[in-house]
């Protein structure tokens, strides 16, 4: 992500409260006139996720560690990995394109939880505030690649598709109201832009098995792939994230110093 001086894309702190409140008045709304769709889209996932890990119970009752081995895989890749666990699929024991299509279910269900109940989440104690700086991240991205707001969609779809933290689906949802987008088109852009960002990662790893076969059976690259993975991760997480910082402490400072020349600016 290349540095530039933020441009207009970035969000004024006015804006900001609003953005929030309109999550909030959105989710109070919601409930009040599609109240089915809002149970559905607040439940339907975890109901989904149950019947479907039953039904992979049952498909593999005679083989348990490799059922567990899906949950193992799905756990990690939610917490902590996301789309990663692809490349890490030899590591985890289990196909690639397995490992592709878990992810992307993943991916489509947080989705579609988020595009239509970040107001909800907004309430929540701890939750609400770790929410919250997502759209600081957010801004963030639009101050630096300001051509995403211009092209909104496909905006969301290289946001979503960009593999950090703070682009999945519910950093998806919050920038997707940045761009003036709708529930629906911010659902949509999520899904899209999670299988174009999963699909990339296994063709990449098919593209090392196929160059590379002989890793594929390498003691060190089955054990030591989750911990190579683990470090890459981090590595890019923390370039990011010094370079949020320094676009906050910039953004702070242009703050003051606005608040500055209007108080000069005022007649005592």
């Known amino acids: 992500m290349p540095h530039s001086t933020p441009s207009t894309a970035s969000v004024s702190a006015e804006e900001h ?39 992979l119970y049952i498909v593999h009752i005679n083989d348990p560690v490799y059922w567990w081995k899906i949950v193992n895989a799905a756990f990690w890749s939610f917490v902590l990995f996301g789309r990663f666990t692809i490349v890490a699929s030899n590591s985890l024991g289990l196909p690639d ?63 979503i598709a960009f593999p950090l933290a703070a682009t999945g689906s519910v950093g998806g949802a919050i920038f997707g109201r940045l761009l003036g987008l709708s529930r629906w088109a911010i659902f949509w852009g999520s899904a899209i832009g999670a299988v174009i960002g999963n699909a990339s990662m296994l063709f990449l790893n098919k593209s090392i098995a196929k160059m590379f076969p002989a890793l594929q059976d390498d003691p060190f690259m089955k054990w030591g792939g989750v911990p190579i993975l683990l470090l890459i991760i981090l590595l890019l997480e923390r370039r990011y994230h010094s370079m949020k910082k320094a676009f906050v402490a910039q953004r702070k400072a242009n703050s003051e110093a606005s608040a500055e020349t209007t108080s000069s600016s005022t007649p005592k």
């Open 97 to 159: 394109s397995l490992m592709f299509w878990l992810v992307t279910y993943q991916d489509v269900m947080v989705a579609l939880f988020f595009a239509f109940h970040v107001g909800f989440m907004y309430r929540l104690p701890w939750v609400g505030p770790k929410i919250a700086e997502l759209s600081v991240d957010s801004e963030f991205i639009l101050a630096h690649q300001p051509w995403m707001k211009r092209l909104t969609f496909l905006g969301l779809l290289a946001f």
């Open 17 to 55: 409260e609003q953005m929030l409140a309109s999550f909030l008045e959105f989710e109070k709304n919601f409930y009040r006139n599609y109240f089915p769709l809002w149970l559905g889209t607040l439940i339907g996932p975890w109901i989904l996720t149950a019947i479907l890990l039953g039904v």
